[in-house]
C-alpha cells in the first residue's frame, strides 16, 4: 500500500509542476502519518504546485514517525505531520522541533497551536456517539450518560489502543478529573454487550447491523451515515504539524506552515472549548493508566 501511496503521490506533483511552478531546491522532507494519505496527497499537491517546492513523505504510523524524528533515525524530518496530538506534544517535549516563525501564526487561534510556537493544528475530527439506525432510542446523551444502568447492554466501544478513545478520555479527565473521569469509564466496560473492536470499522459495521445500539466513534469514520448525538460536548482527535529541529531545508519548512495557514488549510476548526488542544497529548499517559484501571482495553 506504502508502494502505491509513494507512486501516486510522485505522479500527482510531477503533474503540478509541470503545470504550475517548476521545481526549487531540494525535495521537503515530510514525515507523515500512513492513516492520512486521502487528504494530505492533495494538500502535498497544491502546496508544490503554488510553490514550486517537491515533497518527499516519509510514510509511516504516527508514533513511530515521531519515535524517529526524535531519536534522529534516518533522513532528517524537515516537517512532522503527526495524526496524534499526543505524538507532536511528544516531539515538542523531547527537543524534537523547532518553533515556526510564521507571523501567520498569529492568525491561529490560541488552543490550536502550542504556546511556545513549536506546533499548529492542522486538522481536527470530531468524536461523536453514534446510534445503530436499528435502535429507536433518542440521540440525547452525552459521553457520562452512556455509563448509566440505561445503557446496560447496549453499548459498544472499539479498542482503547484507538486514538479517539485515547484523545476523549484525556479530554474527559481534563474536564470531570481522574476519579470522576474513571467512573464514567467503568460505567461503559459495565454496559458493554461486546468486547471492544480492534478497528472503528469493525463497531461501524455491528452499529449498521444491529450488532450494537450505541457506540462512541470518530466522525470521519461514519461511512454510513449513522445518527448522532448532539448533545455530547465537542471533543476532537487532532492531527497536528511542526519544523523538525534538525531540518536540512528549514526555510522551506517554514514556507509550508505559512502556505497552510494562508491558504486555510487548516481543516475542522469547528468552534470547541477554549482549551489548548496540547492538553489531549500531556494527558495520554493518565488516559491510558485510567483504561487499564477500569479494564477498557
Not at 515530510?30 to 508544490?48: C, G
Not at 479498542?159 to 478520555?169: D, H, M, W
Request: charged letters at 20%.
Amino acid at each position: 500500500m506504502m508502494r502505491s501511496i509513494a507512486l501516486t503521490l510522485a505522479f500527482l506533483l510531477v503533474t503540478a509542476c509541470g503545470d504550475a511552478n517548476p521545481p526549487v531546491g531540494p525535495a521537503l522532507i515530510v514525515y507523515a502519518s500512513e492513516d492520512d494519505p486521502a487528504n494530505l496527497l492533495p494538500l502535498f499537491t497544491r502546496f508544490t504546485a503554488d510553490t514550486g517546492i517537491p515533497i518527499e513523505p516519509k510514510w509511516g504510523d504516527s508514533g513511530s514517525n515521531t519515535d524517529a524524528v526524535i531519536a534522529k533515525q534516518g533522513t532528517p524530518a524537515d516537517v512532522l505531520i503527526a495524526s496524534e496530538i499526543a505524538d507532536i506534544v511528544r516531539a515538542a517535549d523531547r527537543g524534537a522541533l523547532r518553533p515556526i516563525t510564521s507571523d501567520l501564526l498569529a492568525n491561529v487561534r490560541n488552543e490550536l497551536k502550542d504556546p511556545d510556537s513549536m506546533w499548529v493544528s492542522l486538522s481536527q475530527r470530531p468524536t461523536v456517539i453514534a446510534v445503530s439506525p436499528k435502535s429507536d432510542k433518542q440521540v440525547n446523551d452525552d459521553y457520562e450518560a452512556l455509563g448509566q444502568v440505561s445503557y446496560q447492554g447496549k453499548l459498544c466501544l472499539s479498542s482503547i489502543r484507538n486514538s479517539v478513545n485515547q484523545s476523549l478520555l484525556a479530554r474527559l479527565i481534563d474536564d470531570l478529573g481522574i476519579k470522576p473521569a474513571e467512573r464514567v469509564v467503568r460505567g461503559w466496560v459495565r454496559n458493554l454487550v461486546l468486547p471492544t473492536f480492534a478497528t472503528e470499522e469493525e463497531l461501524v459495521v455491528a452499529l449498521a447491523s444491529g450488532d450494537c445500539q450505541t457506540g462512541i466513534l470518530s466522525a470521519s469514520a461514519n461511512s454510513v451515515g449513522l445518527k448522532v448525538s448532539g448533545s455530547a460536548p465537542a471533543y476532537f482527535e487532532v492531527t497536528a504539524m511542526g519544523v523538525g529541529r534538525h531540518a536540512g531545508n528549514a526555510d522551506s519548512a517554514q514556507r509550508m506552515i505559512d502556505w497552510v495557514i494562508a491558504n486555510n488549510a487548516l481543516e475542522g476548526l469547528a468552534e470547541s472549548s477554549a482549551k489548548n488542544v496540547g492538553i489531549i497529548g500531556r494527558r495520554n499517559e493518565e488516559a491510558l493508566l485510567l483504561a487499564e484501571r477500569a479494564g477498557f482495553r
